[in-house]
């Protein structure tokens, strides 16, 4: 039976350099470089060398992850530059002739190597009401009707999963903490132009604010970094136009 | 200290701030916006400042402008013309942005439309500028 089973060719490995900047409150003044040669497989995503490093060399290299499968949004780092999801980072996607960049993402307290402290992200996103606000009771037994052209107004925003790579990708966000961000107008959007809620126009005035989406400079980082492909700046000028019009 | 914790150590050293963000057109468009825009300020605050000049007197006014007519302001005005041609063309795509139902989605096109008709503008401009300068250094 030699013949009916063909060995599997072999995944390629190899030897990448990663250079981490790390942070130990414990002993650092401020953050440094540190760089470590990890053996991965051109399978493997930034994630997995996160892990080896972890398991295998260095166990106090600290980071955040969950699911590790881009749906639960623990894992946003700032890879070669650029906020990416290291669970959804292949190596084969990066250049690894030239060491690999990992760092926190920035303008969130730093706490502890590639963890940041994410608290005033989730501020500013209940600050918007991300919930469902009807007035009105659905009939008895019923649900809440709602037609598939309204559905499709935000549908784009539903898939968001609260990772901040986006707001943390912003160039305005970095200077001015108070500004809400792009996931916060996401969350606003995805209520504000939802049929079946009530509270709009409380949303539009929380957002129609010198820190709300007039401080959105329309450089699209937030669009390009989210590893959902949500349309953030065409969110964030929709509800732009919804303020305008003091309707959604 | 062995030879690969001595360049571990070295590779330490580098990009202390963290990595540059690595956007695309749209930052760079708004870092430019933003590098234009300030230099433009400086230049009107200089401009109101010497056209001021004039009510001193006519003389004086004259004397602020004459010193104006050399080859280093010259040069100097092809980069306040580029940064004022930049800042339009850039500030009418960012109003389509903001306005046109589509200016999201062609945001990069236009970009790239901005620069094109930059670098048309400016190669007119240079030229005939750069004959400006050398008919002032003749006298």
């Known amino acids: 039976m030699a013949a009916a089973t063909p060995t599997m060719p072999a995944v390629q490995a190899f030897t990448i350099t990663l250079n981490i900047r790390r942070f130990q409150p414990e002993v650092d003044q401020e953050a440094r470089w540190q760089s470590f040669d990890v053996e991965v497989y051109s399978t493997d995503r930034v994630l997995d060398a996160l892990h080896k490093i972890k398991w295998e060399q260095d166990g106090t290299l600290s980071f955040r992850r969950s699911c590790a499968h881009g749906i639960c949004g623990s894992d946003a780092m700032r890879i070669n530059g650029r906020n990416r999801l290291a669970c959804k980072t292949l190596i084969k996607d990066l250049d690894i002739t030239q060491p690999i960049y990992v760092e926190a993402i920035k303008g969130l307290p730093l706490e502890k190597d590639l963890i940041v402290d994410m608290e005033p992200f989730f501020a500013a996103f209940r600050e918007v009401k991300p919930f469902l606000i009807a007035n009105s009771k659905p009939e008895k037994g019923k649900e809440r009707i709602q037609s598939i052209a309204n559905r499709e107004i935000f549908d784009d925003t539903t898939k968001c999963i609260l990772c901040a790579a986006c707001t943390t990708s912003c160039p305005v966000f970095w200077t001015d903490g108070q500004y809400f961000g792009p996931a916060a107008i996401v969350a606003a959007h995805r209520f504000i132009f939802d049929s079946r809620d009530d509270a709009a126009k409380v949303r539009l005035d929380i957002l129609n604010d010198k820190e709300g989406v007039w401080r959105c400079r329309t450089t699209f980082n937030c669009t390009d970094a989210c590893p959902r492909g949500i349309q953030v700046t065409q969110a964030i000028a929709e509800v732009k136009q919804a303020v305008l019009r003091g309707r959604r | 200290m062995s030879v690969a914790s001595a360049k571990r150590a070295a590779k330490s050293t580098t990009r202390p ?116 300068i050398i008919s002032e250094v003749q006298g």
Do not use: C
Request: a positive charge; glycine letters at 10%.
């Open chain 2, 17 to 132: 701030g963290g990595t540059l963000y690595r956007g695309h057109e749209g930052m760079w468009s708004w870092v430019l916006h933003r590098i234009t825009g300030v230099a433009i300020f400086f230049f009107l605050l200089v401009h109101i400042l010497d056209t001021a000049v004039v009510r001193i007197s006519p003389e004086a006014y004259n004397a602020v402008i004459s010193s104006y007519q050399n080859p280093l302001m010259g040069i100097g005005e092809i980069g306040l013309v580029g940064a004022i041609v930049f800042h339009a063309l850039n500030g009418l795509r960012i109003i389509a942005i903001d306005y046109w139902r589509k200016g999201v989605k062609y945001q990069r096109p236009m970009f790239w439309t901005v620069i094109g008709v930059w670098v048309v503008l400016m190669a007119a401009f240079i030229p005939r500028q750069i004959i400006v």
